[in-house]
């Protein structure tokens, strides 16, 4: 079946910089989006890659290498405000279904 | 910024009752969906649309209907109400694009409690 796989917790240091990598088992999509959630929030949209490669909006970038099944978001100078989870997702090319993975909670020490 | 509202935000009800959570976006999109979600979980798909008179069956279907009479509006109703439909409800909904999907705008949610 279609899966995308991000890790459950990641935590890192303000100031730093944090990656966060979305795996997938599925084909057929049209790229890789990933969704920002505060607790008790709705998803909001961050960013979207549908070709291989870098994208790049301020201290967020994606990444996707489709030969690697492979994606990332790279979080730059983190802010206590970032602390959130994460999903990545892909819409299906056959239905236009939206996959999301699972979510990454992103823990931020001072 | 995004225009999709979802009301009512929070509702607490009786097992058995048949409820409607209301979703409208005035962005003009083709695509809406219907997600689940308990806290710190991940996202259900429980319905979406192409758009009017189109519906569709998500993952999870948690015995719940849909309708698409219009773009703007796309209510979800349970017919009758358990404990185990408690849960956030979020609407969503993004332009129907060539290429696919890029962006989805999501509501606020609807948080139910059911007693």
């Known amino acids: 079946g279609q899966s995308l796989e991000q890790p459950s917790e990641v935590t890192a240091v303000e100031g730093a910089i944090v990656q966060i990598n979305c795996t997938y088992q599925?084909?057929?999509?049209?790229?890789l989006s990933w969704y920002q959630q505060h607790d008790g929030g709705a998803p909001t949209f961050l960013s979207y890659?549908?070709?291989?490669g870098l994208e790049e909006t301020g201290r967020f970038s994606s990444f996707l290498s489709r030969s690697d099944s492979y994606g990332y978001l790279l979080l730059q100078e983190l802010q206590m405000k970032d602390s959130a989870s994460y999903f990545c997702?892909?819409?299906?090319?056959?239905?236009?279904?939206?996959?999301f993975g699972k979510g990454t909670r992103l823990h931020i020490l001072p | 910024e995004a225009d999709i509202y979802q009301t009512p935000r929070y509702l607490v009800i009786g097992t058995g009752k048949k409820i409607t959570l209301e979703c409208s976006q005035t962005?003009?999109?083709?695509?809406m969906y219907w997600y689940q979600q308990d806290p710190g979980m991940e996202l259900h798909l429980i319905h979406y649309?192409?758009?009017?008179?189109?519906?569709e069956k998500g993952d999870l279907s948690s015995e719940s209907t849909v309708s698409r009479i219009r773009t703007e509006h796309f209510p979800l109703t349970l017919e009758s109400a358990r404990p185990s439909h408690t849960s956030q409800y979020l609407c969503?909904?993004?332009?129907?694009?060539?290429?696919?999907?890029?962006?989805?705008?999501f509501g606020p949610g609807t948080r139910l409690l059911v007693l």
């Open positions: 997702a892909v819409c299906m090319n056959r239905d236009d279904k939206i996959i």
């Open positions: 962005m003009g999109h083709d695509k």
């Open positions: 649309s192409y758009g009017v008179n189109s519906t």
């Open positions: 599925t084909s057929g999509f049209y790229g």
């Open positions: 969503a909904s993004s332009e129907a694009k060539g290429g696919g999907v890029e962006t989805q705008y």
């Open positions: 890659n549908g070709l291989d």
